[in-house]
């Protein structure tokens, strides 16, 4: 049974006692996951590529230079020095952002006008076309993987059984003791490490089943073609450039995310997740060692 | 507790470096030809099921006399180069003449007068630009289904292309015009236009007057300005430099419907 999976015994007993590995990730769990992985760091690049074109956001049906914006990101001369001073302005705050944002160094250090920096862009040198062709190309590949990886989700099991938080993890005790283990920094040990933490399943959730298709949602507003055949997306995003607008922000959520998961791979221990995540293999340590 | 930092650091630093190697080889990434058909694939896919999902071909939302913005950008060409334009704009166009050939049985020769006698339709859209702004305007002007029936295609004709009277760039060759090209799906549909009015007014030169496509279901490039000559052929890789458009000539994608 597939449910035997993820809790099964000891499938190759390590020759140390307090040491027992288990299967973690199924491969259609670990593929996915690489392929969303390269997928969604692409996207960002690609995107950000897009977003320097118009680095702007605006909220309703329209939005051009000159409509006041939620957001901007502008390249302009310092009055007095004549240094060239990237800006950032968000909702009516404005930063110096020189060097990432609105201006950045290329290889010899002169300074360039651009939003956001070659270093984070896909193709680094300003290419409308093929950032578009990119961003395009691997939003396809994403919503084919994601459509393996819900089917596999449902199919298999691996969403019940392993993203659904467990009775005991709902209990209002248990969720604060997580919460306040994230808080130091403190990862499950030993049998607690079986399975994924209560935070990290409603988060998890949160990513597949919100952020990820926010996001499609919201691009798919951008294309003419889609809201000529599917109207009310205008609706559900606000307009247009409101779904422009979301679209970035759900971006940043999404990087977000990464880093934070990043982070909780290297503290819990990156060497045992790299593995889990490659191989399936996960090993788990009896407390009190 | 301190070897599990200095460990931690190494392995941020390995992470970092590795980091900037992937960097760095992203342009080679984003320019490898061996990596072509990924974009290729992505552009068909593109096409094919928007495609299904228009094939009813429904209108897109139209907005009312309250939703037009207070500014349209105009972009691209906002006054062609030469002596030639600047002669019919003063003339307010008398003298313009539109074109419509090809491969059609009634090749037509029209007069701004001529077309403005014909069916009109009026229509308040959004462009959007690929880079990534929008504006709301109100179009009339007569539909290019109108204008094929009344030229007649013949039944080898497969695209349209529009002939601007903007040289983006001086080529020897005379190569350098804006041109655009659809095929029969899209120039057929209802809201694909030939406009000769905007808000209510005569096309503002800055917009491409006398007459400029409105294609609404593509982003803007997709809608030349200044048309001047509208032929019907079996194949794009004779014009130009083959891809179907000025923007297509240069990397950007045939298909603009996202």
New interface residues.
């Given amino acids: 049974m597939a449910v035997s999976e993820q809790t099964s015994a000891p499938e190759a007993q390590d020759a140390s006692p307090n040491r027992e590995i288990i299967y973690r990730h199924t491969v259609v769990v670990r593929a996915t996951h690489w392929i969303n992985a390269l997928c969604l760091t692409l996207l960002l690049m690609s995107g950000l590529g897009i977003l320097n074109y118009h680095p702007a956001l605006y909220w309703g049906n329209y939005g051009y230079q000159g409509v006041p914006s939620f957001m901007s990101v502008v390249s302009m001369r310092d009055p007095e020095s004549g240094e060239p001073v990237g800006v950032t302005r968000i909702a009516g705050w404005s930063f110096v952002t020189t060097g990432v944002l609105g201006v950045s160094y290329d290889s010899e250090q002169r300074a360039v006008g651009r939003a956001f920096p070659s270093w984070l862009t896909l193709p680094s040198v300003p290419s409308l076309a093929l950032a578009r062709d990119w961003h395009f190309a691997m939003a396809w590949l994403l919503v084919a993987n994601g459509a393996i990886y819900l089917l596999f989700g449902v199919f298999n099991g691996h969403f019940r059984r392993d993203l659904t938080p467990a009775a005991d993890q709902l209990r209002p005790r248990h969720i604060l003791a997580d919460i306040w283990d994230h808080l130091r920094l403190r990862p499950p040990r030993g049998e607690a490490a079986r399975r994924y933490n209560v935070l990290q399943k409603f988060t998890y959730i949160a990513v597949v089943f919100v952020l990820l298709p926010v996001m499609l949602l919201s691009g798919l507003t951008m294309s003419p073609a889609v809201t000529a055949a599917v109207p009310v997306l205008f609706d559900l995003f606000g307009g247009r450039q409101s779904a422009r607008t979301i679209h970035f922000l759900v971006a940043n959520l999404l990087v977000l995310f990464v880093l934070v998961h990043i982070v909780e791979v290297f503290l819990s221990g990156v060497v045992n997740g790299m593995r889990s995540m490659i191989t399936g293999r996960y090993v788990i340590r009896k407390v009190g060692r | 507790m301190s070897r599990l930092i200095s460990r931690?650091g190494l392995?941020?630093a390995g992470s970092a470096a590795a980091g900037s190697l992937l960097?760095s080889g992203?342009?080679q990434?984003?320019?490898a030809p061996g990596l072509r058909w990924?974009?290729d694939?992505?552009?068909l896919?593109?096409l094919r099921v928007?495609r299904l999902?228009?094939s009813g071909q429904?209108?897109?939302?139209e907005?009312t006399v309250d939703?037009i913005?207070p500014?349209f950008?105009p972009n691209g060409t906002e006054m062609p180069n030469g002596f030639g334009y600047f002669e019919l704009m003063i003339s307010q166009f008398a003298n313009w003449r539109l074109k419509v050939d090809g491969l059609v049985r009634h090749p037509l020769t029209l007069s701004l007068d001529e077309i403005k006698q014909m069916p009109a339709r009026t229509q308040i859209t959004?462009h959007?630009?690929?880079?990534?702004?929008?504006?709301?305007g109100q179009w009339t002007g007569v539909p290019l289904s109108h204008l094929l029936q009344a030229a007649e295609l013949t039944p080898d004709a497969r695209f349209i292309v529009f002939h601007c009277l903007d040289e983006m760039v001086r080529l020897p060759d005379r190569r350098g015009f804006y041109y655009e090209s659809l095929d029969l799906f899209d120039a057929s549909h209802p809201q694909t236009i030939l406009a000769y009015g905007m808000n209510g007014k005569a096309l503002p030169v800055a917009h491409g007057a006398p007459l400029r496509l409105r294609v609404?279901?593509?982003?803007g490039y997709k809608h030349a300005k200044y048309v001047t000559r509208i032929e019907a052929v079996d194949r794009l890789d004779r014009i130009g430099r083959g891809k179907g458009g000025f923007?297509e000539d240069?990397?950007?994608?045939w298909y603009a419907?996202?």
């Fill in positions: 931690r392995i941020a960097l992203c342009d990434v984003s320019d990924v974009l694939f992505g552009q896919a593109s928007q999902i228009l429904p209108l897109v939302r907005f939703d913005s500014e950008p959004q959007n630009c690929d880079e990534g702004w929008t504006a709301i609404e279901r593509h982003v923007w240069r990397g950007y994608q419907g996202l």
